[in-house]
Nanobody, 127 residues
Framework: QVQLVESGGGLVQGGGSLRLSCAAS????????VGWFRQAPGKPRDDFVA????????????DYADSVKGRFTISRDYFGNTVMLQMNSLKPADTALYYC????????????????WGQGTQVTVSS
């Protein structure tokens, strides 16, 4: 099993930026996908944010939810075994507990296929 540990959450004013990190450890094959889901207060944790291929040095595929396109960027640090989520132009609607997740399934936007979950990191955006 893969272990995922998030960091980088916090409180930020609307329009500000935060950078989340997800450190991965364990045996990970190249067809693994790492993603981010979020859970707003009182809602389930099935809100897809972004996903990225774990393997591949070029042409790495990334996917984003429509709600974050143009504001969030997911990337991979190959040497540090870390996936980052750069979040810019944050809105109060982005307030949630953000989970780093992993799967070998191609159905990236479906929370139910992700077998590996981190503990979550809180992001709070004030208005």
């Amino acid at each position: 099993q893969v272990q995922l540990v998030e960091s980088g959450g916090g409180l930020v004013q609307g329009g500000g930026s935060l950078r989340l990190s997800c450190a991965a450890s364990g045996v990970i094959y190249n067809d693994y996908t790492v993603g981010w889901f979020r859970q707003a207060p009182g809602k389930p944790r099935d809100d897809f944010v972004a996903a990225i291929d774990w393997g591949g040095w070029s042409g790495t595929r990334t996917d984003y939810a429509d709600s974050v396109k143009g504001r969030f960027t997911i990337s991979r640090d190959y040497f540090g075994n870390t996936v980052m989520l750069q979040m810019n132009s944050l809105k109060p609607a982005d307030t949630a507990l953000y989970y780093c997740v992993g799967t070998y399934s191609p159905d990236r936007a479906n929370w139910a296929v992700y077998e590996d979950w981190g503990q979550g990191t809180q992001v709070t955006v004030s208005s």
